[in-house]
């Protein structure tokens, strides 16, 4: 299994200009998230999913959009960049057993906007 | 107020030592409680998941919440080199689309040989 997946590692961006984040998982996992993690601030939840079809925002939506169309992908998509997204994203995706529901995090994408 | 608040250290030990992180949080509806270690330029990864206040022991790692003060530990014995990482607390509770996890800023490790 390769995990969660995240392209690209790194990115800059220019202000205004529109770009998608992509995030996949292999362990077909139902709940994904994408988190956005801020010197001083911590992880903060941006959007989740509970499976295909279905999103919801999380502590910090303005400014992004997701979709999820198949239970292995979920794009965050960010329509006109701002200085403020500069940022670290990363994906998750999460499995329940019977006790324990296990986050597992992707490796980030860095993100400037100039 | 932050939902969820973690001293940001950073916290520097000789290897051997036994290190305490601390959590206090606001929102009596987190019900599941966890322990991130996150290693530079990494995502996180889980170390321990507790529901109830009490203890939770794994090996050098013991977890302790306790819901009525809203306050969570980590205790990590015979610290090694190997644990310096970033340790984010992370709370959760239940909506009706899901789990929403809430997250604190995290402390700094550093272990010394």
């Known amino acids: 299994n390769a995990g969660v997946t995240q392209t690209p590692k790194f990115q800059v961006l220019k202000t205004g200009q529109s770009m998608t984040l992509q995030c996949a998982q292999d362990m077909n996992h139902e709940y994904m998230s994408w988190y956005r993690q801020d010197p001083g601030m911590g992880l903060r939840l941006i959007h989740y999913?509970?499976?295909?079809?279905?999103?919801d925002q999380g502590e910090v939506p303005n400014g992004y959009n997701v979709s999820r169309s198949t239970t292995e992908d979920f794009p965050l998509r960010l329509l006109s960049a701002a200085p403020s997204q500069t940022s670290v994203y990363f994906c998750?995706?999460?499995?329940?057993?019977?006790?324990?529901?296990?986050?597992?995090f992707g490796p980030g994408t860095r993100l400037l906007v100039l | 107020q932050k939902e969820v608040e973690q001293d940001p250290g950073p916290l520097s030990v000789p290897e051997g030592a036994i290190v305490s992180l601390n959590c206090t949080y606001s929102?009596?509806?987190?019900?599941?409680f966890m322990w991130y270690r996150q290693y530079s330029r990494k995502g996180p990864e889980l170390l321990m998941y507790?529901?109830?206040?009490g203890n939770k022991e794994d090996g050098r790692f013991t977890a302790q919440v306790d819901k009525s003060s809203k306050y969570i530990s980590l205790f990590i014995r015979d610290s090694q080199p190997s644990d310096s990482a970033t340790y984010l607390c992370a709370m959760s509770t239940t909506t009706n689309t899901g789990n929403q996890f809430y997250f604190g800023t995290g402390t700094s490790l550093t272990v010394i040989p």
């Open positions: 929102n009596s509806a987190f019900q599941y």
């Open positions: 999913s509970v499976g295909a079809g279905i999103t």
């Open positions: 507790t529901y109830s206040s």
């Open positions: 998750a995706s999460s499995s329940w057993d019977r006790y324990q529901e296990t986050q597992y």
